[in-house]
Every structure is written in C-alpha cells, then in structure tokens.
C-alpha cells in the first residue's frame, strides 16, 4: 500500500526518498516514515511489498538500540511500526560500506578481472562468496540521482569531502558495527555478508543516521551449508535483496537506459513480502506482529500526532 505525503504541526520540510519519506520539523527532530516501496538498480518497482516498511524499520529500530552502546545514533523512539523518530543532522555525503565476503558488486567487479575496489586490494584465487581474511571498507558517494559512486579513501580525503578525523572516526564505528551485526546474525543462524552505514553530524557530534542491518542495506547468507555450498560451488541461499536484484536482471532489467522494468505478479509480489518478514524473525528471534493494514495511513497520522504532540 502506498502512504500519501503527511502534514504535521511544526514541520519545516519534506523528502522523498526511495523507500522513505522524512520530514524535518521545527524542533530539530525528524520523523521517518518507512513506505512499502521497494528499489533496485536505483529505480523504485511498480509494485509495494506489503509490510515490507514495517520489517525495515522495526528491525533498523532494533539495531539502533542494540548498538548504542558502541556508536551513538540520532533514533529517539519509534511510535508506529513504519515510523522512526530521532535526532535532525547534517548528513556526510560519504557511505561506508564494509563487505566481509565477495559477493553483489564486489564479486562482479572481480569477475570482470579487476582486482581493486574504492583502493582497497581484493586477493587473488578467490570464489565468488567466499570470505575476505578481513573485512573490506569500500566507500561510495551518495549521488543527487543515480547510482552511488565508488570512491577510495584516498580521494575523499583529497576532495576534501569530510575531514580526515571524522574519516578515521567514521571507520572506526563501521568495524565495530560490523562486529556487532555479525555477532548477532551469527547467534540467529545468519551470516551478515555486506552492508552500508550513513553518517551525520549534529552540533558537530558524529551520530549514525538512518537505517541499519536491514535486508534493503545488508545481504544475509543462512550459516547453515554455508560451507558446503561454497566447496561445491552452489548458490549461497541468502535473505537480501539480491534475489530481487537477479529476478530483474532475468527479466531483462538493470536499470539501464532503454530497459523496461517488469512488474512483478501476486505470487511474486507475497513471495518477497515472505522473505522480509522471515528476515525479521530471523534476525531478531521474535515472531513478527503485523500491523493493522488496511487503514495504514490513518493509524501512522494518529500514532505520530499523539507522540509528537501529547500535550
């Protein structure tokens, strides 16, 4: 279901974004609306994943608060399952992203012979899905429009893109989420494969902002066979988007120019709907409590109205 565009008391602005919609209100915080949207190759499909915004931000929500002790974050509390509300800051342009195995675009540019990537040297001899002996940061710059970029280290220092403390800061925090997450997939029975993290400042503090460990940020693998898949060179069975990410590309879309974007079917529609909640209970050991659908717009306007302004 899509959700229209709110109007709250004391809101300054409003974004759009692929998946959520943001508005910034006067007292500094933000509210967060996950929407049942869902992107791949930077284009947003025809067709909404039922729940699928209640499983990304109640699982962001969840790591928000089980990682707070090692990175501070801008989350304040969330009180509607599609909705987060948190601290208002200057987003770092700069994404971290940090793979611990040669998967996604990580393993297509090193299928294609390339051996570098953002500056960071992959080691010859490897599987696509095999492990790095450590985990690789591979930044990106997050575009106006488009795909991310690529980008090294050494050239965001040289842009001057953000400062080199705030770098070293930066992935500092990534290691140690990083850490964390696979801890904690481990503990469920998942492997997490890759992920991104964003950044902001707020009276200049370094705060992580947005969604984390979630399916539309991250690649799962199950740990179970992990190993005797990859000895036998099999498909890993991963809870991602991946699996959307391939169902495009047999279906003739990349998101190139000139490509058509197929539309996906009921079937495949609840299929992906599954999987996001089986990602949920996955990750966080708790059956997933929908919530009421039908009136989804109403119940985030009330829920959001009576937290921000209960008098």
Known sequence: MEIKEFKFKGQTAFYRGKVRDVYTLEDGRLVMVASDRISAFDHILPRPIPFKGQVLNQIAAYFLRQTSDIVPNWFLASPDPNVAVGIACEPIRVEMVIRGYLSGHAARTYASGERTLCGVTMPDGMKENDRFPEPIITPAVKADEGHDEDISREEILRNNLVSENIFLQMEDYTRKLFQRGTEMAAAQGLILVDTKYEFGLCEGRLLLMDEIHTPDSSRYFYLEGYEQRQSKGEPQQQLSK????????????????????????DAMVNQVSQRYIGLYEHLTGQEFQAGEYDQLHQRIQDAVERFLFIP
Do not use: A, H, K, S
């Open 242 to 265: 991946e699996f959307v990410r391939q169902w495009l590309i047999e279906n003739g879309f990349q998101g190139l120019e000139g490509q058509i974007m197929p539309t996906m079917d």
